[in-house]
């Protein structure tokens, strides 16, 4: 499922409307198929069967419905989780639940620039947080870069926002306490593109550094 990087098309769950919205949105093929294709056995896909345990178990705990949720994962588990917790918090199923958390480790892309508009749509009406974390070095953030499809070339994008995590030596520790990594997709010009080009491409992450050095980029929130 990792290596499935082409793109399929998916019907927008976000029914409201909002700037740079489309009714279909190009999701991993691999991460996507996982959670929405439906079950031979079934005929219901993973992600209904998450939204069905995430209900019960819920409703067990608070019969009222007035629960919390968050979702977490690492690797694959956490291109799982952007996708499930995006699905959770545009269904009007769960619209009486307070915002969605999602915080996710080593996570690769999932979704193109449509789906950064319908993600930051959910965030600015509140649905939705999250916290992205990786580690200088660790190639699985920096995949996919695009969908290597000639007739309909996307490039994949992270959503949410990006706590980078660097080596810590001696040098590190001193400058760690007074640099957070924290960065956030506020504008989608093409300066900004190239900028997070520079940022997370494969050269620049996985070059070995000397012990006790490590990279910290400049904070935009």
Known sequence: MNLKFDTNEYRNPVKQNYPGRVDELSLHSGFALYLLRKRKDSGISKLQEIFDKIDDIGREM?????????????SLGGALATLCGFYVAARSRF????????????????????????????????RIRHARFSSTQDLVPLV??????????QFYKHVGIRVQLHGVGRVGKWRIKRNLDVTYPLRHDWSSEIRRCFMNNILANLTLKPAGEFVVYSTSL
């Open 62 to 74: 608070a019969p009222d419905g007035n629960y919390k949720l968050s979702i977490t994962g690492h």
């Open 95 to 126: 619209a009486h639940l307070p915002t969605i958390y999602v915080w996710t480790f080593a996570a690769p892309r999932v979704g193109t620039q449509a789906f950064i508009h319908a993600w930051q749509h959910l965030e600015r009406t509140g």
């Open 144 to 153: 996919p870069f695009c969908n290597f499809e000639m007739d309909d070339l």
